[in-house]
């Protein structure tokens, strides 16, 4: 029995995985909050700030940086590579945190609800004879 090729079955296949992989990255970005600090909490940046926090800073001279934390001090934050923003510097700052466990949890439902529409959908388009 000669079996016909579907090469439309495999580009939807590839297409489901486009949308899965799509609908991952956008709901991952969910879980990341950006808050700008105003001025009247500047003095108490430090404590505002945790381990791992991306903040971005305006410093008194106009340039902008941005600082992956590493450590907070009571005057600095310090990043990668022993990079060091002392806070009396910093005249206007966003930190940028994302939540790791709403993250990898909303990352394990994706993935099981991908698993779970593949099966639903009858897996992969082999070439079989239909078992004969």
Do not use: W
Not at 29 to 34: G, I, L, P, Q
Not at 84 to 113: F, N, P, Y
């Amino acid at each position: 029995m000669k079996t016909r090729f579907r090469p439309f079955q495999r580009f939807a296949t590839v297409a489901r995985a486009c949308v899965a992989l799509g609908t991952a990255a956008t709901l991952l970005a969910a879980c990341t909050t950006s808050q700008p600090v105003t001025s009247a909490d500047l003095p108490r940046l430090g404590a505002l700030v945790e381990v791992n926090d991306t903040v971005t800073c305006t410093l008194r001279d106009g340039s902008t940086k941005t600082i992956k934390v590493s450590a907070v001090e009571p005057d600095a934050l310090v990043g990668e590579n022993h990079q060091r923003i002392a806070l009396a510097d910093i005249t206007q700052a966003e930190i940028t945190r994302t939540d790791v466990t709403k993250s990898v949890l909303l990352g394990l439902a994706v993935a099981a609800g991908v698993a779970a529409a593949a099966v639903a959908g009858g897996g992969g388009g082999g070439m079989g004879g239909g078992g004969y």
